[in-house]
């Protein structure tokens, strides 16, 4: 009974992975991984971009390091992206993307990410002033 109880105890206290607290991250198409995005200047305008990302495990919300990640800006209604590829540098796990917007309007974010769960994807739709 002893066990019994000290089992019940013990599960009670656990959450499960699929419950992890993931904050404000959004979690990847396969859910492999949590993105935050923090993006600079905040609202976005027209011009110079800096986005500070940070990649989750999108299990338990673990912090994961050395991960590829490719971040392609594309504007739908014009068909065109940024006229220079976005430069991503990794830093203990925070990834500071920079790139430019060409122009006001509706852009989406493609994060791809190759990790610890192999690759996944996120596609993050911004309003550009």
């Known amino acids: 009974m002893l066990f019994l109880t000290l089992a019940l105890s013990l599960l009670a206290c656990h959450e499960p992975e699929d419950d992890a607290d993931l904050g404000d991250a959004l979690l990847t198409e396969a859910g492999h991984y949590a993105l935050t995005v923090e993006h600079q200047p905040d609202p976005p305008i027209t011009g110079d971009a800096t986005l500070l990302v940070q990649i989750l495990d999108g299990q338990d919300g673990s912090l994961l ?8 800006p594309w504007m739908p209604d014009h068909g065109h992206g940024v006229m220079e590829e976005p ?6 796990g925070l990834y500071t993307v920079e790139f430019a917007y060409s122009m006001p309007g509706t ?3 493609s994060f791809e990410v190759d990790g610890a769960h192999g690759p996944d994807q996120l596609v993050v739709t911004v309003e550009v002033q």
């Open 65 to 72: 390091t050395g991960s590829s990640l490719v971040v392609t």
């Open 87 to 92: 430069v991503v540098v990794e830093d203990e």
């Open 107 to 109: 852009w989406e974010l």
